[in-house]
């Protein structure tokens, strides 16, 4: 599963990028910053959702440490998106949001270190028929393709 997982990673930490890097500049204004919010808030909580539940569906699979690891790196993502709700005004304090901006992108490059190295070594094969239809549907977001 490696080189799926590393492949849909990569993909998606352009995409965060591309969102918040602008937004965290020092002359990112109001607008840029609240756009980002928004899309944390929307897309990326959505596609956030569906990774960890995918992620989740293979824990008979893994070791007590294991899971603890990605319960841990899955934890440290919702506490981020869930605090974004009670920042408010965000979008007005440039600092502090790219602040926010480095340590969310900080703790998803740790959550998909961490499925990578704990994922990665299963062959797809062996992936059960329903998690693999989890994983197939990561990227998929229906508020964006009218579902």
Known sequence: MFAYLEGLHDQWLREVRGA??????????????????????????????????????????????????????????????????????????????????LTLMKALEYWCQQVEETLGRLPWGDVPPESRALFETITYDEAIQGG
């Open 20 to 101: 918040l890097v602008p937004a965290c500049e020092a002359g990112a204004g109001i607008w840029l910053r609240w756009w980002a919010i928004d899309y944390l808030e929307t897309g990326f909580q959505r596609r956030f959702d569906r990774e960890q539940r995918a992620v989740l569906s293979l824990e008979p699979q893994l070791t007590a440490a294991q899971t603890r690891h990605l319960w841990a790196a899955g934890e440290l993502m919702r506490q981020l998106l869930q605090s974004l709700g009670h920042r408010v005004g965000l979008c007005q304090q440039g600092e502090q949001f790219s602040a926010f901006g």
